[in-house]
């Protein structure tokens, strides 16, 4: 069964350092997308991305985050200057067709110190 | 600005019993309603959705019902499983967005043997 995939699954970084999250969707989606869940709290939006450019973004996406698709099979998820508040989950997603469900990675457990 | 909202962060049910999990809404814009379950260390699965001209989808021991006058939806397990301890996490879709979801806080359901 098609399935998302993410790595790493697990980062640690310094403060202040840059990450890169990747993420290879579903190959016949069409929609992109990365949620954030820090611990404890509910799956959060980050961003979606469809036809090559960003759709829609959260009030947390701000310029310190960037994704981009540099293939035609991965999507990633940038961090330019980590704060220790960036540290949480992160999953990709992607839908395609009329059918209203995403579907997620694994995670990538990102830890900020 | 919670648009969804899950009232109950734990549940615990008897193995063969049914398992009813509530969700509230409160964006009249939402067009689409899913359930995905989750487990630890893992990113979310998508259990069942509803569309919100209907009133009931049901895929085998999983049913929503979905209560437009109300803003409320649940889910049913019947009967629950031990396997079906996770959180469990209500999520809708805007008509017009970038098809993203807004996931309510969650349910940690608990099926005791």
């Known amino acids: 069964e098609p399935e998302v995939t993410q790595t790493p699954s697990h980062q640690v970084t310094q403060m202040g350092q840059e990450v890169i999250l990747r993420c290879v969707p579903i190959s016949n989606h069409l929609y992109f997308y990365w949620y954030r869940q820090i611990l404890g709290q509910k799956v959060e939006f980050l961003v979606s991305f469809y036809n090559n450019e960003i759709s829609e973004k959260s009030e947390i996406f701000d310029d310190q985050f960037s994704v981009e698709r540099p293939d035609g099979s991965n999507f990633t998820l940038k961090i330019r200057s980590t704060k220790l508040e960036d540290s949480a989950m992160y999953f990709c997603?992607?839908?395609?067709?009329?059918?209203?469900?995403?579907?997620f990675g694994q995670g990538t457990r990102l830890t900020v110190v | 600005d919670q648009q969804v909202k899950q009232n109950s962060p734990s549940l615990s049910v008897q193995e063969g019993r049914i398992s009813i999990l509530n969700c509230d809404y409160t964006?009249?814009?939402?067009?689409?309603f899913l359930w995905y379950k989750k487990y630890p260390a893992e990113g979310p699965t998508f259990l069942i959705s509803?569309?919100?001209?209907?009133d009931k989808n049901e895929d085998g021991r999983f049913t929503v019902f979905l209560n437009k006058s109300a803003k409320h939806l649940s889910l049913h397990i019947v009967p629950s499983q031990p396997g079906d301890s996770a959180v469990y996490f209500c999520a809708a879709r805007a008509t017009g967005s970038a098809r993203q979801l807004t996931f309510g806080s969650g349910t940690q359901l608990t099926v005791l043997p």
């Open positions: 509803i569309s919100s001209i209907k």
């Open positions: 964006n009249s814009m939402f067009d689409y």
């Open positions: 997603a992607s839908s395609g067709g009329l059918r209203p469900e995403a579907f």
